[in-house]
């Protein structure tokens, strides 16, 4: 609990500015100014971040300046989400790839063989 906790399940909301309660039940969430305030005070460009499905396997926020990566597709089985993966290269260029989710008659034709 505590920091390890709010580290992993706080999660960013545009419609915060600053702290809010989290709908998860647990943490907290934040606005873009807390992300950028972060990142100024750390002299950094990005924050990579994970722990929550996006749709399209990863969603940026704070105006780029914050990206959540979610590399599971077809999360639990229950949802219909891409997962993402991150490479940053030598110049701290980052690219993107996507892993597709199956369609819903690929999943179940898998489990049936």
Known sequence: VGLMCDL???DPDTTVNGWGENDRGVSFVFGANVVCEFLEKHRLDLLVRAHQ?????YEFFAGRRLVTLFSAPNYCGEFDNAGGL????DHLMCSFMILKPSTRSER???RST
């Not at 991150?86 to 290269?89: F, R």
């Open 8 to 10: 992993l399940w706080s």
């Open 53 to 57: 499905v996006v749709e399209d396997g």
């Open 86 to 89: 991150i490479s940053v290269d």
């Open 108 to 110: 179940f034709a898998a």
